[in-house]
T-cell receptor, first 113, second 108 residues
Framework: DVKVTQSSRYLVKRTGEKVFLECVQD?????MFWYRQDPGLGLRLIYF???????EKGDIPEGYSVSREKKERFSLILESASTNQTSMYLC????????????FGPGTRLTVT | RKEVEQDPGPFNVPEGATVAFNCTYS??????FFWYRQDCRKEPKLLMS???SGNEDGRFTAQLNRASQYISLLIRDSKLSDSATYLC?????????FGAGTRLTVKP
């Protein structure tokens, strides 16, 4: 059974803090993605990775960075959290098949105060 | 203009009703189209792909109209368990664009 896990379901951080969001998939998928989901805006792609140590910017990479040191793990980093980064963060992965077959993690609701 | 637009709803329908959602997209070069379902406080999951010829999966029917650049999802005989947000997804060269979703509530 396909499984994508995220390190936290809920997280509260203060402005200026460094925040790490971890995502792990157990399907040996090559592709991994980080999205944020906000009401009325849908899912917006922050970064994605097609291979270990490889990363590509999505539509809204500003204020974020990523790390993929191992195939199964894709981390999203907020170097200095700001209140406008309060959102639901969703990680997804997909294999070599059609990229649309993305499997999502349960999401992390991040609140920056 | 958003790349993928959906009526946010909510659509409130009684059990057994038929309900339809539309989704419009702006990029005429889009190649693949999908519907995802997202339950409250849960992650999105692929519901079905949308083919040019239209496709059906049980009570669900998806249609694509390339000329008018919209896709539709029809749900027949609605069940309480169909209550969810339905996300329209449009893909072009591996670039996926998500709509903001249409919320459906099926009531007893």
């Amino acid at each position: 059974d396909v499984k994508v896990t995220q390190s936290s379901r809920y997280l509260v951080k203060r402005t200026g803090e460094k925040v790490f969001l971890e995502c792990v998939q157990d399907m040996d998928h090559e592709n991994m993605f980080w999205y944020r989901q906000d009401p009325g805006l849908g899912l917006r792609l922050i970064y994605f990775s097609y291979d270990v140590k490889m990363k590509e910017k999505g539509d809204i990479p500003e204020g974020y960075s990523v790390s993929r040191e191992k195939k199964e793990r894709f981390s999203l980093i907020l170097e200095s959290a700001s209140t406008n980064q309060t959102s639901m963060y969703l990680c997804a992965s997909s294999g070599q098949g059609p990229i649309y077959e993305q499997y999502f993690g349960p999401g992390t609701r991040l609140t920056v105060t | 203009r958003k790349e993928v637009e959906q009526d946010p709803g909510p659509f409130n329908v009684p059990e057994g009703a038929t309900v339809a959602f539309n989704c419009t997209y702006s990029n005429s070069a889009s190649q693949s189209f999908f519907w995802y379902r997202q339950d409250c406080r849960k992650e999105p999951k692929l519901l079905m792909s949308v083919y040019s010829s239209g496709n059906e999966d049980g009570r669900f029917t998806a249609q694509l109209n390339r000329a008018s650049q919209y896709i539709s999802l029809l749900i027949r005989d609605s069940k309480l368990s169909d209550s969810a947000t339905y996300l329209c997804v449009v893909e072009n060269n591996n670039d996926m664009r998500f709509g903001a979703g249409t919320r459906l509530t099926v009531k007893p």
